[in-house]
């Protein structure tokens, strides 16, 4: 799992609260920096709901928005948790070099 | 651009444009695109594709296009035939009972220097009008020393009182192969002849005569072996759409 694996940043642009696709996009460009492409981002959408990590969520529009699950906010914890632990490693081995 | 990033999105799996074809055609309405989204939703679709395949639906196309591919390739190849001529030798009791199974060998080698002499070679070449391609940007030397490669020589063993040597010459036309052989086993038989006649110390001695046997089975060529290339094909395309399936399957466990 790397940081710009982009069902990472769906998970975390979700648990800000339920977005469609093109707030999805936005959101991840402005907090992790990464422009991800429609079918790169649909690729992810289409795993993560396979997964049971994300859900529709009903609507009117055609730009249909999504929610994290459960079983999604504890996956992104868990993921989040060991990333965590990488950066706090690389930092202190960085500082004590 | 939105209407290519659009005609992109129809090639997506039609199971998956059911489920998603309405939100993403939404999605790709919105924003300014760029180029490289166009990319991405092609690759997507294609990877889409991949994925959602079962082994059989990829792996099965891959062998057919593997087999095809290389039986194209045979067929491209131009072909080499192989001629067979067979010199036999029937030797006296004496070496017989020797059991000496030199003879054969010890006669083609005595026969060689004159069959494929630099003179004989030539003359063959010249009358058969061989390697015309070659010709044109090869020195004669070079045409002879290919000849040689083309030419093989071994002895076989065919039975108590006889023994032989076989002498294959591989050519892309058949018929003229086979003139090759005519013309360099009379060329052997000949010197043998004069040997004899000279009493020639060359000669092993207990060979009582030389026979000539020519093998007119050449409707086959030995190169390429067009059963084999397209086998080849089929096993190389069968392996290539497993790592297809494996690769794209280790990538989805990897995502989760």
Redesign the interface.
């Known amino acids: 799992m790397i940081m710009s694996?982009p069902?990472l940043l769906v998970l975390s642009s979700l648990a800000e609260g339920d977005k469609?696709?093109?707030a999805m996009?936005e959101d991840i460009e402005r907090f992790a920096g990464v422009r991800l492409?429609?079918?790169?981002?649909?690729?992810a959408?289409?795993?993560l709901e396979e997964?049971g990590w994300i859900a529709p969520v009903a609507s009117e529009?055609?730009?249909?928005p999504y929610t994290i699950t459960g079983a999604g906010r504890e996956h992104l914890r868990d993921q989040l948790t060991n990333l965590g632990r990488i950066v706090r490693t690389g930092r202190r081995r960085l500082e004590n070099a | 651009m939105k209407r290519l990033?659009k005609f992109f999105a129809r090639l997506y799996p039609s199971d998956?444009r059911k489920r998603?074809g309405?939100?993403?055609?939404?999605?790709?309405e919105?924003?300014t695109?760029r180029v490289?989204?166009a990319?991405?939703?092609?690759?997507?679709?294609v990877?889409?594709h991949v994925t959602n395949w079962s082994l059989v639906k990829v792996v099965l196309p891959c062998a057919i296009c593997g087999a095809l591919l290389t039986g194209a390739i045979s067929f491209a190849i131009s072909p080499q035939y192989v001629s067979r001529a067979l010199i036999r030798l029937t030797v006296n009791d004496e070496v017989a009972r020797s059991k000496d199974d030199t003879v054969a060998r010890d006669t083609a080698i005595a026969l060689l220097p004159d069959a494929l002499s630099e003179t004989s070679l030539a003359a063959i070449i010249q009358k058969l009008d061989l390697y015309p391609r070659e010709r044109v940007r090869m020195s004669q030397e070079d045409l002879i020393n290919q000849m040689r490669k083309d030419i093989s020589i071994r002895p076989v063993r065919t039975g108590p009182g006889e023994d032989a040597f076989l002498l294959q010459f591989s050519y892309p036309d058949p018929h003229i192969a086979q003139k090759v052989d005519r013309e360099m086993t009379s060329a052997m038989l000949t010197s043998a002849l004069r040997m004899r006649q000279n009493q020639s110390p060359s000669l092993p001695a207990g060979v009582e005569t030389l026979r000539l046997e020519t093998d007119a089975s050449l409707a086959k060529p030995l190169f390429p072996n067009r059963g084999v290339f397209g086998a080849g094909g089929l096993v190389a395309g069968v392996a290539g759409g497993l790592l297809v399936v494996c690769m794209r399957r280790r990538q989805?466990v990897t995502?989760?």
Do not use: K, N
């Not at chain 2, 309405?22 to 790709?28: G, I, N, P, Q, R």
């Not at chain 2, 990319?39 to 679709?45: E, G, K, M, N, P």
């Open positions: 694996d069902t469609h696709g093109y996009m492409g429609p079918g790169t981002l649909y690729g959408i289409t795993r997964r529009d055609h730009r249909q | 990033l998956w998603y309405v939100e993403y055609d939404a999605l790709l919105q924003g695109p490289r989204d990319f991405d939703v092609l690759r997507t679709a990877e889409m989805t995502v989760s």
